[in-house]
């Protein structure tokens, strides 16, 4: 079974530009979990997505957004990049809402760095 | 809302010793427990999750973790470390009873010594 698979595994923009990072989850699996992972600030959760619809945001501005595809897969659009958003965005995904019990399985993540 | 402490943030122990990494998680009710590892440059790797049932939870690489309520934590446990267990770990709750986002906690490095 393929794991959760997320592109490209790195990205370097320039400040104010925009990047698209993508996830595919494993097969079955309709939530998708976006995550950014800074240096020193452990795991802020970004977005939840549930059957094509936003379930859930976290502290983040809007210039992060997102979406989910039919086929479940995933992108996260993060506009006007500044510095600070420098880190490794990691997709999740899992079976069902964790209300029942289903643990997130997590790709490898997309370093994205900016210049 | 959940939240979930790890308050060891670097812990170094020899190859063959034994580790216990500390969470500490605040919930009202009995929530979903788990424990993720990841290595450099990698995603988060679940180890073990605890969602009811027996206290003692047993996971891949030979760890555990017990899940103590009345001390709200759910330490994770190994009787033998070995070098390649050099990783950050990473506890993690989420709410039972209706969806709320899993709550990670900061995580904590560990450094295995020969």
């Known amino acids: 079974e393929a794991g959760v698979t997320q592109s490209p595994t790195h990205l370097i923009k320039t400040r104010g530009q925009q990047a698209t990072l993508r996830c595919s989850p494993i097969s079955g699996h309709t939530s998708v979990y976006w995550y950014q992972q800074a240096l020193g600030l452990g795991l802020q959760f970004l977005l939840w997505?549930?059957?094509?619809?936003?379930?859930n945001r976290g502290n983040f501005p809007p210039r992060f957004s997102g979406r989910q595809f039919p086929n479940y897969s995933s992108e996260l659009n993060v506009n006007a990049l500044e510095l600070e958003d420098s880190a490794l965005y990691l997709c999740?995904?899992?079976?069902?809402?964790?209300?029942?019990?289903?643990?997130?399985?997590f790709g490898d993540g997309t370093r994205l760095s900016i210049l | 809302a959940q939240s979930v402490t790890q308050p060891d943030i670097h812990i170094t122990v020899s190859e063959g010793a034994s580790l216990e990494l500390r969470c500490n998680y605040s919930y009202g009710a009995t929530p979903y427990l788990f424990w993720y590892v990841q290595s450099p440059g990698q995603g988060l790797q679940l180890l073990l999750k605890?969602?009811?049932?027996?206290?003692l939870v047993q996971g891949i690489k030979g760890f555990e973790a017990e899940f103590k309520r009345s001390q709200s934590s759910f330490n994770l446990r190994k009787p033998s470390v070995h070098w390649s267990d050099a990783a950050e770990y990473f506890c993690a709750v989420a709410a039972s009873g209706g969806y709320q986002k899993v709550t990670f906690g900061t995580g904590t490095k560990l450094q295995v010594i020969p």
């Open positions: 605890y969602f009811s049932g027996d206290t």
């Open positions: 999740a995904s899992s079976l069902e809402v964790v209300r029942e019990g289903q643990p997130q399985h």
């Open positions: 997505y549930d059957e094509g619809e936003e379930r």
